[in-house]
């Protein structure tokens, strides 16, 4: 059975050590304690959010507090390639929806990015609200799929700031359109940092499709049928991950 992961602060979780008890609290003690109703003798993780994580078997609940015996403590390994996905800004909640599959795939951070096409703007105190949204459903995410590991969520991006990450790794743009398909890609050994970009409903702008293959991005396509932006991403992590070995 999965045991259940909850992040506790990054400076005490690394200092606990295996025999050692850990008193879990806050908002994350709390959900445990009252909403998930964990009862001693149940087993479960605490994590940092930066892949530390302790194991261990709950020793008392209290009010809002959970205390973990410790019985294991290390870091999680590395993945070969961190997979980041750029998200343009969609309406509804599908940019959402990819954000949180893309999440529970083990992507290792998001980007939102305000496309040229994007009907959605995240303009003034949206932006600061939009970007806290989506810690908020990564973290929550993370805790679904049980990964030590919170995936960092990037200031908003526009397109010219989404073609410079070619200067800092691999990037590979998600077109209908293009030749070479991603099923047949290999990542370079090399590749510690790849970049998924996705576009919105409407599809990326002819002119930031030049400006990104400019820039030095890859153009790649799935299949035949075109995806929804909430499904394009997670599906192409999907491969990714397939072909790299990350599965």
């Given at each position: 059975?999965?045991?259940?992961?909850?992040?506790?602060?990054?400076?005490?979780?690394?200092?606990?050590?295996?025999?050692?008890?850990?008193?879990?609290?806050?908002?994350?003690?709390?959900?445990?304690?009252?909403?998930?109703?964990?009862?001693?003798?149940?087993?479960?993780?605490?994590?940092d959010g930066a892949g530390y994580r302790l194991g261990g078997v709950i020793a008392a609940v209290g009010t809002g507090t959970v205390e973990l015996r410790v019985e294991t403590a290390g870091q999680d390994p590395a993945p070969r390639h961190r997979l980041?996905?750029?998200?343009?800004?969609?309406?509804?909640?599908?940019?959402?929806?990819?954000?949180?599959?893309?999440?529970?795939?083990?992507?290792?951070?998001?980007?939102?990015?305000?496309?040229?096409?994007?009907?959605?703007?995240?303009?003034?105190?949206?932006?600061?609200?939009?970007?806290?949204?989506?810690?908020?459903?990564?973290?929550?995410a993370s805790k679904q799929s049980v990964r030590a590991t919170l995936p960092e969520v990037a200031?908003?991006?526009?397109?010219?700031?989404v073609a410079r990450l070619t200067e800092v790794g691999t990037v590979l743009v998600l077109e209908p359109t293009a030749e070479d398909r991603l099923a047949?890609?290999?990542l370079p050994a090399d590749a510690d940092r790849v970049y998924l970009v996705v576009g919105p409903e409407g599809g990326i702008a002819p002119g930031e499709l030049d400006r990104f293959r400019a820039a030095g991005a890859r153009l790649v396509r799935l299949g035949r049928e075109v995806l929804r932006t909430s499904t394009a991403g997670p599906s192409a992590l999907a491969v990714l991950s397939a072909n790299s070995g990350r599965w």
């Open positions: 059975m999965t045991r259940p992961l909850f992040f506790g602060p990054a400076d005490q979780v690394r200092s606990a050590e295996p025999g050692a008890d850990f008193v879990l609290g806050g908002d994350e003690g709390r959900h445990a304690a009252t909403v998930r109703r964990l009862v001693a003798g149940e087993r479960i993780d605490v994590s980041v996905l750029v998200q343009a800004l969609a309406k509804g909640d599908r940019d959402e929806l990819a954000v949180q599959a893309a999440t529970e795939l083990g992507v290792s951070g998001v980007v939102p990015w305000s496309a040229e096409r994007s009907v959605v703007r995240w303009e003034g105190p949206k932006r600061a609200k939009g970007e806290e949204r989506w810690r908020s459903i990564v973290r929550e200031p908003l991006a526009t397109s010219g700031d047949a890609l290999t």
